[in-house]
């Protein structure tokens, strides 16, 4: 009888020892599976690594002029220090449509270099064909509110109008903005609204880095407001030597309609417009 409970004694005591061991955690349960894929690509990176001028940029299936250039292709793109997605290591980020200089890939990710900002970004937020984040439009067509064109210009411009929840067409307000942000350039508008047109010379006088004049400027924005005259607003694309003043909008004819016209200098006597340029 007293070997029988010895033995049970002993049964009972490696069972504890064996469940507690069971449900000790071990030393790398811990480890977060990130930072082991994380470690392995620091070890791969030179293998990785391949220079945009190779000709696996081939593999990239985007246009070779465009090759060393890429856009930001989401809302906001997160920098990093290294080819890594680990804690810590975003060093900023950039807005949808921001242009970066392309050096090397590495992995899922790409080396670029910008004016503020140089690191690694994920190469699925980075577009190299231009025109498929900054759309140029065609002359006589109506771009309505589920149109390609219509919602890259309101995500570039983040819906400022509030004009997707309405289902509007392409608005001049937004043709004029957009072409402004392509070519670097924005206008330091006050908390005032509505920003219709007619009323932006109105709003923008006095603004500091801003000037309403009567001579048409290259990248400045016109708006025609007097006479029985629909107030509209226009783009000027250039302005030639004899005075012809070559500028692009939408809906001066027909809503949503782009059109890019030469106006005379008849024609800008009828107008009489005015035009904004940014200093």
Known sequence: MKVLLAVAKDLISFAKISLLAWLKPTKNQAEPL??????SEVRNAEIERTKI??????????????????????????????????EDS???????????????????????????????????????????IWPSLVPRTVYL?????????????????????????????????????????????RE????????????????????VVLEARTGSVMEVFANDLSPFLAYVEAVTVDGVVKVSSVGRYREGEYQLENLTVKDLQELQPVFIVRQ
């Open 34 to 39: 990130l930072l082991a894929v994380g470690m």
């Open 53 to 86: 001028n190779s000709e696996s940029v081939v593999q990239l299936d985007s246009p070779a002029l465009n090759a060393n250039f890429g856009w930001i292709s989401v809302s906001e793109a997160a920098v990093f220090s290294r080819p890594l997605w680990v």
């Open 90 to 132: 975003v060093l900023g980020k950039l807005k949808l449509g921001e242009k970066v200089s392309l050096e090397q890939f590495s992995g899922r990710f790409a080396f670029m270099k910008q004016e503020r900002l140089s690191g690694f970004v994920l190469k699925e937020e980075v577009e190299t064909d231009k025109q498929k």
């Open 145 to 189: 509110a589920g149109d390609a064109e219509t919602i890259r210009i309101r995500a570039l411009l983040r819906d400022e109008f509030f004009t997707t929840s309405l289902f509007l067409p392409l608005r001049d307000t937004e043709w004029v903005s957009y072409s402004l942000l392509k070519h670097n350039l924005s206008l330091p508008w």
């Open 192 to 211: 005032e609204r509505p920003r219709t047109p007619g009323s932006w010379h109105k709003l923008l006088r006095g603004v500091v880095g801003v000037s």
